[in-house]
């Protein structure tokens, strides 16, 4: 990993955590409410979804604050969703980056409203007036939309509760992730490159799709083993979990050296659609390397 | 209620209700979460925030389908809010609308994930391109979001888990109420509205929020009213349930017959707000007049 990618990531990293805090209330009303939304968004996350994002907006040379409006709300459905995941109901998790979980910290009542009103917040920052263009912004919003709900990431959590205990082949197995995991990916390369003044041309649209796709899959397959392979010190969540619930992965299905080795062939995959764009894609590249070479 | 008015509610009510039906997916993915979302979302209710939106459209002569998806996009952000407000973290309600609530018919992750994807829907279909300018439909969608997010509806419901066994001043339960039930349905009024080809005067916008405000609260004493006293078959809900769960009401606060007092001047000072608006108003007047005549 280049020092100049490190830097890169760790600037923006640390533009997430600054924006993150700002655009999360601090009032006296509905106080405890607001500092568990706040102690489940700030303190850290590697933020890939709005490095991805920035890294999409080099294709187009996008407005800055425009990107920083998707990276705050593609982060902020995310982590939705980690927090309601780790519900008693759901995952029942206590531990999540280095840290108790929000129901554990607060309550499930307040950890429930936290995830209700972070989606909420996500939608209200990207309809912020004068980001770009309007019908261009409607389009975006729509996206992240499609791609968290019933037909994408809340239905691949769902897809993933019914098949604990089961065998999924292969096809539903990267069906259940491309739901879960991908299609939040895929909305963050959307989003940002969508945020150039000019439409990328339909091919070229195609290719950086066709790279989301390989991508989201590839975070999922290094997830799944890091579950088998990382400690819990250096996971800052549960190790062993996916096993311990009896959930199909890649690793139950084809083992730790063939889900290696589909990784890798996934990296490349998706190394191969970034070649059109040449130089500009320079930051993609390097963090689907990091996606991929990732310890935690 | 005039045999017009009743016939224009009720077909509202049916257009809701189709619309509604062909706006959530019904998919062999996720399949289970589908059938539960559409569960808590068709089968009746009283639809009072879409006709809102639709009288309030009458003020401006607006667009048909602009008035419809901004009618559906506030339902399913009611209906997501009821879903989770009835889970055993929150009120642990069993009943809705007179039959199981969404976690009893199902289970509790199911009725997590539905709440989840019924809001995620209701922006994307405000979203939808081609129904207003689309700068005036993002402004639509912020504030639709403003309202039910964390200084709005969700604030609303951790102040409210927040005051059970306490004893509120007045101030403190209108606060409370108006983040909870009002914002939503000040809302509503504000989107049906925004509907028109041009936006209301300053003035006009200023009387119309006033009779938003007032018909929020109205809506809300009038719940505490028949909390205590309509049965649990007329309510299709537990009927007092507010006193069980030593909940701060209107009743609570000043007696029956004063909230009832109460809620005739707030039906009062609805109308008068809307005197500038002329024969314009007649559903926004004969609706506020069924907030306040209403037995469920």
């Known amino acids: 990993m280049s020092e100049d990618f490190q830097d890169w990531m760790a600037s923006v990293q640390a533009r997430m955590e600054t924006a993150l805090a700002q655009c999360l209330p601090l009032t006296g009303i509905a106080a405890r409410l607001h500092e568990a939304m706040r102690y489940a968004a700030l303190g850290g996350g590697k933020r890939v979804r709005p490095l991805l994002v920035f890294a999409a907006g080099e294709l187009v040379a ?41 129901h554990v910290e607060f309550d499930e009542a307040t950890a429930l409203l936290v995830g209700d009103a972070l989606q909420t917040r996500a939608f209200e920052l990207l309809a912020a007036p004068g980001l770009i263009a309007p019908a261009r912004q409607l389009e975006l919003l729509a996206t992240l939309a499609r791609a968290s709900g019933s037909l994408g990431m809340a239905g691949g959590q769902a897809v993933d509760l019914a098949s604990v205990g089961k065998t999924l082949n292969q096809p539903e197995l990267e069906l259940m992730h491309t739901m879960k ?49 990382a400690s819990t010190a250096t996971l800052g969540k549960t190790a062993g979990k996916d096993k311990a619930a009896d959930k199909p ?3 139950s299905l084809m083992g730790l050296a063939a889900a290696r080795g589909y990784a890798e062939s996934l990296r490349h995959e998706a190394l191969q659609s ?20 990732r310890k935690f």
């Not at 790279?211 to 590839?218: C, I, N, S």
């Not at 970034?274 to 320079?282: C, I, P, S, V």
Request: hydrophobic residues 45%.
């Open 274 to 293: 970034l070649a059109g764009f040449g130089a500009k894609a320079g930051r993609l590249i390097a963090l689907t390397n990091f996606i991929c070479a």
């Open 249 to 251: 992965t890649c690793v």
């Open 62 to 102: 996008a407005k800055e604050e425009a990107l920083l409006a998707c990276a705050l709300a593609v982060e902020l459905i995310h982590t939705y969703s980690l927090v309601h995941d780790d519900l008693p109901a759901m995952d029942n998790d206590t531990l999540r980056r280095g840290r108790p979980t929000c």
């Open 181 to 229: 995991t991908g299609s939040l990916i895929r909305a963050a390369v959307f989003l940002g490159a969508g945020c150039g003044k000019a439409a990328l041309s339909a091919t070229r649209q195609t290719q950086l799709d066709r790279f989301a796709k390989r991508a989201g899959l590839l975070f999922q397959v290094i997830d799944d083993l890091l579950d088998c392979t």
